[in-house]
């Protein structure tokens, strides 16, 4: 009897070990300073349940040239030889397209999460251990929505040249450059330089722009091309636009910011990828786990910008709205 005891004793503490042995890689597409990249993060490690050992790898591909990408795939890659986890995170379009066909060919198990893209663009659809969750920008509900708010008649999206920028364009509008959302003329800018950037913001209301909605502002480059840090793009756009600003992400959004919108944050991202990683963990393989797309969305306003623009929200908006400073 003692030695069965002894040996059921010993099992449990080699099963116990291995659950707390199991180690995390995230490889981040940019980099820790991203409010993005923060929030999703925050959301992994939350929904996460269990002792595990995070590691994570940042490509910088909103701040390094694009022909750096590959060098910096490839040290992703390295690290994750190096770190050997029990299952990888990859976040958003950049991880996915320049290590998706990579990781297929292992058997860890893998979970994409911020991608634009459709999945399959990315040389993946055939692989047994990836699978994990879309992100859909809510252009047209946030533009909707934030009718309800102020009379919208033509209005400017304005975003970067990134990738993500890129796939939003061709996958969410269709590449068509003005498109028609209840009764609101939309027009589409993908601006990669600073100074057109800052000229296309000038010029909105001379344009006969009533709002812009903001996008992401992340990879603008001067005439040197050098990089624009995000935080000047988004405080300079605010302090010189002449029309109201909204945003489609909760990371553009504060007092000397955007209004406000309905946005996308990056914890609903995480959580929904933790969520996937929780089953595989417990034994489900990925192929048997469906794709998501996160839909969840949240109103969220500067009452700092509001009262600049004298902007008093609806009732039924207001209800259901997160106001900061």
Same mark, same amino acid.
């Given at each position: 009897?003692?030695?069965?005891?002894?040996?059921?004793?010993?099992?449990?503490?080699?099963?116990? @070990?291995?659950?707390?042995?199991?180690?995390?890689?995230?490889?981040?597409?940019?980099?820790?300073?991203?409010?993005?990249?923060?929030?999703?993060?925050?959301?992994?490690?939350?929904?996460?349940?269990?002792? =595990?050992?995070?590691?994570?790898?940042?490509?910088?591909?909103?701040?390094?040239?694009?022909?750096?990408?590959?060098?910096?795939?490839?040290?992703?890659?390295?690290?994750?030889?190096?770190?050997?986890?029990?299952?990888?995170?990859?976040?958003?379009?950049?991880?996915?397209? =320049?290590?998706?066909?990579?990781?297929?060919?292992?058997?860890?198990?893998?979970?994409?999460?911020?991608?634009?893209?459709?999945?399959?663009?990315?040389?993946?659809?055939?692989?047994?251990?990836?699978?994990?969750?879309?992100?859909?920008?809510?252009?047209?509900? @946030?533009?909707?929505?934030?009718?309800?708010?102020?009379?919208?008649?033509?209005?400017?999206?304005?975003?970067?040249?990134?990738?993500?920028?890129?796939?939003?364009?061709?996958?969410?509008?269709?590449?068509?450059?003005?498109?028609?959302?209840?009764?609101?003329?939309?027009?589409?800018?993908?601006?990669?330089?600073?100074?057109?950037?800052?000229?296309?913001?000038?010029?909105?209301?001379?344009?006969?722009?009533?709002?812009?909605?903001?996008?992401?502002?992340?990879?603008?480059?001067?005439?040197?091309?050098?990089?624009?840090?995000?935080?000047?793009?988004?405080?300079?756009?605010?302090?010189?636009?002449?029309?109201?600003?909204?945003?489609?992400?909760?990371?553009?959004?504060?007092?000397?910011?955007?209004?406000?919108?309905?946005?996308?944050?990056?914890?609903?991202?995480?959580?929904?990828?933790?969520?996937?990683?929780?089953?595989?963990?417990?034994?489900?393989?990925?192929?048997?786990?469906?794709?998501?797309?996160?839909?969840?969305?949240?109103?969220?306003? @500067?009452?700092?910008?509001?009262?600049?623009?004298?902007?008093?929200?609806?009732?039924?908006?207001?209800?259901?709205?997160?106001?900061?400073?």
């Amino acid at each position: 009897m003692k030695f069965f005891i002894n040996s059921v004793m010993l099992i449990l503490i080699m099963f116990s @070990s291995q659950i707390h042995s199991k180690s995390i890689l995230i490889i981040e597409s940019y980099h820790s300073e991203y409010p993005w990249d923060n929030s999703y993060i925050e959301g992994i490690k939350e929904g996460l349940k269990g002792d =595990y050992e995070f590691h994570t790898f940042q490509m910088d591909t909103k701040r390094i040239d694009q022909s750096e990408f590959d060098k910096s795939a490839q040290d992703a890659w390295d690290f994750y030889l190096q770190t050997k986890p029990s299952i990888v995170f990859l976040g958003d379009d950049n991880a996915l397209k =320049y290590l998706g066909t990579k990781f297929a060919e292992v058997d860890t198990p893998v979970v994409f999460l911020g991608i634009n893209n459709n999945a399959r663009a990315y040389n993946i659809h055939s692989a047994t251990n990836i699978t994990g969750v879309l992100e859909r920008p809510l252009l047209k509900r @946030s533009i909707v929505e934030m009718k309800k708010v102020v009379d919208l008649k033509k209005v400017l999206v304005l975003f970067d040249s990134g990738t993500t920028s890129k796939v939003t364009f061709d996958e969410v509008l269709k590449s068509k450059e003005k498109i028609q959302i209840s009764g609101v003329e939309a027009h589409m800018k993908l601006v990669g330089s600073w100074n057109v950037w800052q000229e296309t913001i000038k010029s909105a209301k001379n344009e006969g722009y009533n709002a812009i909605f903001i996008g992401l502002y992340h990879t603008i480059v001067d005439e040197n091309n050098q990089h624009i840090s995000a935080d000047e793009v988004i405080r300079w756009t605010s302090e010189n636009t002449p029309v109201p600003p909204f945003a489609f992400w909760d990371f553009a959004v504060g007092s000397d910011k955007a209004i406000g919108g309905l946005t996308l944050f990056g914890k609903s991202q995480g959580l929904l990828a933790a969520d996937i990683a929780t089953q595989i963990l417990s034994g489900a393989q990925p192929s048997k786990i469906q794709v998501k797309t996160g839909e969840k969305g949240k109103l969220l306003f @500067s009452k700092i910008q509001l009262k600049k623009y004298h902007i008093e929200l609806p009732k039924a908006i207001a209800l259901k709205a997160t106001l900061i400073e």
